[in-house]
């Protein structure tokens, strides 16, 4: 039998689905499937998102220098592997030992490629992640804009498997169908909305969101869309300028933030998402919900932005207030634009899945363990 050690700095509750599906699908292959997980910074364990996997195995980890390093003792794991897959973080400093060693194992990443919200992507720490790039044997992008950076970066294309990352959504869509116009439309009488239309901003309220440019579009097209509301979902360290803002502006309302299935039922009040800021997995939730995120091209996403195809499940404007204002209140006017959008969020909610990002994971384990 094949063995994998797959090897996490910390592991999340949004990726025990990911590694439950793909730990079964590898031993359908036959391989065997070690999952190492150390623990995350004592800002990050304040997070409280720490997933649970009983047959994980638990691996000590210290970090030095304000958490700019990390040591994770994995080396005891790692006798028999077939190939061993970590994250390219430069912090890690096991990875640059598993680079420069002799070893008889594969080596490959798993990630977005770049730090795609670097303020200085010509600097020193990006310049020294684009050489590690080329220090594996294989490369597990997160998207298809991870895979171009890996290639720009000088690495073979016919050596990095695209998994398309994403979370698990299937309860997710459950909740959404189990949502009633009447629940619908007594969430739309609790946060005192007309008739008009709605749009909803999902999403950590911190300063990369660009909540001024939303504040700015949602007051531009409420002039223009008479009875427009907004709704706004979300905590973090701005909830006080949006608590403010939305006193000063009484057809907006923030209510916190929602989980489950209470955040597909205030969804359902929405007919499109606003997100004029940095876009990542969040995405997910516009394609389950069939509420078609409008962004822009600010230059400060992740990787997933390449899932919204414009004009098919989603828009991307320029990055500029009256492109996203207009293109905004078109979508509000024309139902049959919207309808279109809303399909295509239907087809890309069933495109990725976390069936499917095991799916391709699993594929490219095999074809790299059987070079």
């Known amino acids: 039998m094949k063995r994998i050690v797959i090897v996490q700095r910390r592991l999340t509750h949004y990726r025990v689905p990911l590694f439950t599906a793909l730990k079964e699908a590898l031993a359908a292959r036959d391989i065997q499937l070690e999952l190492l997980v150390?623990?995350?910074?004592?800002?990050?364990?304040?997070?409280?998102?720490?997933g649970i996997l009983p047959w994980a195995r638990s691996i000590p980890t210290h970090y030095w220098l304000a958490d700019r390093l990390?040591?994770?003792s994995i080396g005891k794991h790692l006798h028999g592997a077939d190939l061993v897959i970590t994250t390219q973080e430069n912090k890690l400093l096991q990875n640059h030992l598993l680079m420069f060693m002799p070893r008889r194992f594969k080596l490959a990443f798993w990630g977005h490629g770049a730090n795609l919200q670097s303020?200085?992507?010509?600097?020193?720490?990006?310049?020294f992640k684009r050489w590690t790039t080329n220090q594996v044997d294989w490369w597990f992008a997160y998207t298809e804009l991870s895979a171009s950076l890996v290639k720009a970066a000088g690495f073979p294309g016919d050596r990095i498997t695209v998994v398309n990352n994403a979370v698990d959504t299937s309860e997710l869509?459950?909740?959404r169908q189990s949502v009633t116009p009447e629940e619908t439309q007594a969430l739309r009488a609790s946060l005192g909305f007309s008739t008009g239309p709605v749009?909803?901003?999902l999403g950590s309220l911190y300063a990369d969101k660009r909540l001024d440019f939303l504040f700015a579009a949602a007051e531009a097209i409420r002039h223009?869309?008479?009875?427009?509301?907004?709704?706004?979902l979300g905590e973090g360290p701005e909830r006080h300028r949006v608590q403010a803002w939305c006193g000063a502006h009484p057809w907006a309302r923030w209510v916190g933030a929602r989980f489950d299935r209470e955040k597909v039922?205030?969804?359902?009040?929405?007919?499109?998402?606003?997100n004029p800021g940095a876009v990542g997995l969040g995405v997910m939730d516009a394609f389950v919900c069939m509420t078609p995120m409008i962004t822009t091209e600010c230059g400060s996403h992740g990787p997933e932005i390449t899932y919204i195809k414009s004009g098919i499940n989603g828009m991307v404007t320029a990055n500029e207030l009256s492109a996203y204002v207009d293109t905004s209140v078109r979508l509000l006017r024309d139902a049959r634009l919207l309808g279109a959008l809303?399909?295509?969020c239907a087809t890309s909610a069933q495109e990725y899945t976390v069936e499917n990002m095991a799916r391709r994971f699993t594929n490219g384990i095999e074809y790299v363990i059987g070079r």
């Open 38 to 50: 150390g623990h995350g910074t004592s800002t990050e364990e304040k997070k409280h998102d720490a």
């Open 70 to 72: 990390c040591w994770q």
């Open 119 to 127: 303020g200085n992507p010509n600097g020193f720490k990006e310049r």
């Open 173 to 175: 869509q459950r909740q």
């Open 199 to 201: 749009g909803v901003y």
């Open 224 to 232: 223009q869309v008479h009875d427009f509301h907004l709704l706004i």
């Open 265 to 274: 039922a205030y969804m359902s009040v929405a007919k499109i998402m606003l």
């Open 342 to 344: 809303r399909t295509g």
